[in-house]
């Protein structure tokens, strides 16, 4: 059984930083992609950022200089990096773990999704 649970979320000033991390369990973590979606009410939840297994990493043109993500194998984590925060990053923050090892940026290809966590920037 594959669980994810976020942590690190909360409220912050624009121009602030938050690292969100993910604690997954369950086998084959370092073979399959992870990433980081959001999602606003009355939208559709949308990619922000995700690692492949061999480390390669892909962002959302708009956060793209600002956040990082970053995968630990050996504890089966990973984390999002976000920095110089704006009120338009303002969502819930989905840990998600992917069906391959490639990073897709289509929710579908996502097999296990965290609880979420909330991010609010503030102006």
């Known amino acids: 059984q594959v669980q994810l649970v976020e942590s690190g979320g909360g409220l912050v000033q624009a121009g602030g930083s938050l690292t969100l991390s993910c604690a997954a369990s369950g086998r084959a973590f370092s073979s399959v992609a992870m990433a980081w979606f959001r999602q606003v009410p009355g939208k559709e939840r949308e990619f922000v950022a995700g690692i492949s297994s061999s480390r390669n990493t892909y962002y959302k043109e708009s956060v793209k200089g600002r956040f990082t993500i970053s995968r630990d194998n050996a504890k089966s984590m990973e984390a999002l990096q976000m920095n110089s925060l704006k009120p338009e990053d303002t969502a819930v923050y989905f840990c998600?773990?992917?069906?391959?090892?490639?990073?897709?940026?289509?929710?579908?290809?996502?097999?296990?999704w965290g609880q979420g966590t909330q991010v609010t920037v503030s102006s």
């Open positions: 998600a773990r992917g069906r391959y090892g490639w990073v897709s940026y289509q929710s579908q290809h996502y097999d296990y």
